[in-house]
C-alpha cells in the first residue's frame, strides 16, 4: 500500500516543540514500513522548538525514537503557504490512502492548507482518512468535505458531522528501558493548556492527604503559570522536556496522573499517557470526568475521583497489574491491523 500521512512535526522525538505527537506517529511509521508499505512524508512548517530545561541532573538518559529511515528522503515533503508541492504531489501520484493528522481552525495557515489538500486529494479520487488526536475536526474541517472523508477517532462518542467514522485507539509499542527506582511520588508530565485550575484543585487534595510526598512536574508551568508554581513550592518544577524523555521521566515516578482537558471530557477521550506509563510500567491515574472507558472500567481503581484518592492509592501494586490488564490488548500490532482494516474496507 502506498501512503501519504501528512502532520506537524518531527519523524524523530528529540525534539521540545508540541507540535504533532511523536509516540504515535513514529512507531505507526515503522511498524507500516516492516510490513512492506510505503510511506511518503509531509509536515507543515515547523514552530521554534521551545527551550528544553536541564535534566542532567535527574541523571536519565533520553529514550530516542525516529522513522526517519523508513521514509526516503526524496519523498520527505514540506508544505507552506507559498509551496504547493504537497498539492502537486497529490495530482502526480495515485495514493492508496492519504493520512492527515488534522490542524486546527485556530491554525489559520495550517487549516487553510489542510482543506485545500483534502479538495485536492478528493479530486484525485483518493481516500482521506483524518487522524483526529486532538478533537479538532468538527471546526476546522470544511463541511462540503466531511461526507467523502472517513475520520479516524480514538474517542468513545460518535461525531455529529462525519458520516465515515472509525474508532481507532491508542496503543503502546514494546521498548527497552534502563531500569530506574522511582525517585518521586508522582511524576506529572503535561502542558498548561486550560487545565490550571484543575490541576490546581487536584493538588491541593493530594498535598492535603499526603504531606510528605514528592511531585515532579514536566511542561511550560514555569513560563505560562507561574502563579500555579508558587502555589506548590515543594514541587519539582523542571520545564519543558524532549519527548525523548517521557518515558524516562515516567519511571521516576511511583505513579503519574491523567487530566483531560474539557472538551476530552465531553467526547470520552484520554491521550496517550495511560499507554505510555504502561510502557514504562508505572500506574497512571485517571480523572473519573476524563474517563475513556474503551479503557477502563468505572470500578477501576485507576478511575479516580480526586487528589485524595491518589494519596490514599499510591503504593498499591496490584492496582498496576489491574492497568496492564486494561491495556494490554492496545499494542502497536493491533493498532496497525486496525488502521489497515480500516483503509482496505474504506
Known sequence: ?????????????????????????????????????DIDWASYALNADMIPSNVSFLDIKPYAESCEKSVEAKRNLSISIDNDIVTHSILSNSYDAIVMEVRPSTMFEEAYLQNKMISTALKSANKVFLYDQDLWAETSIDSAFKPFVTLLKPYV?????????????????????????????????????????DFVRFMNQFVSHAKDASVL???????????????????????????SYTLPLLQLGTCTVHMG????????????????????????????????????????HCVVN???????????????????????????EFATDTLLSIMESS
Open 217 to 243: 512536574v514536566s511542561g511550560d508551568w514555569i513560563s505560562k503559570a507561574p502563579y500555579v508554581v508558587k502555589e506548590f513550592p515543594s514541587f519539582h518544577w523542571i520545564g519543558s522536556t524532549p519527548h
Open 306 to 332: 480526586d487528589g485524595a484518592d491518589v494519596a490514599n492509592l499510591i503504593n498499591m501494586s496490584d492496582i498496576l497489574i489491574e492497568q496492564h490488564e486494561a491495556l494490554k490488548k492496545y499494542s502497536l
Open 1 to 37: 500500500m502506498d501512503i501519504l500521512w501528512i502532520g506537524k512535526g518531527h519523524l524523530n522525538n528529540s525534539y521540545t516543540g508540541v507540535d504533532g505527537g511523536s509516540n504515535i506517529r513514529i512507531p505507526l511509521i515503522n511498524e507500516l514500513k516492516r510490513r512492506g508499505h
Open 157 to 197: 462518542r460518535c461525531s455529529p458531522t462525519f458520516q465515515h467514522q472509525e474508532f481507532f485507539p491508542y496503543f503502546y509499542h514494546k521498548v527497552q528501558l534502563q531500569y530506574m527506582r522511582p525517585q518521586y511520588d508522582v511524576v506529572y508530565i503535561g502542558n498548561r493548556y486550560e487545565r490550571e485550575w
Open 261 to 300: 482537558r474539557s472538551v476530552m471530557r465531553d467526547y470520552g477521550m484520554t491521550s496517550m499517557r495511560p499507554f505510555e506509563a504502561y510502557m514504562a510500567d508505572r500506574l497512571c491515574y485517571v480523572q473519573r470526568y476524563a474517563i475513556n472507558d474503551y479503557i477502563y472500567s468505572k470500578q477501576s
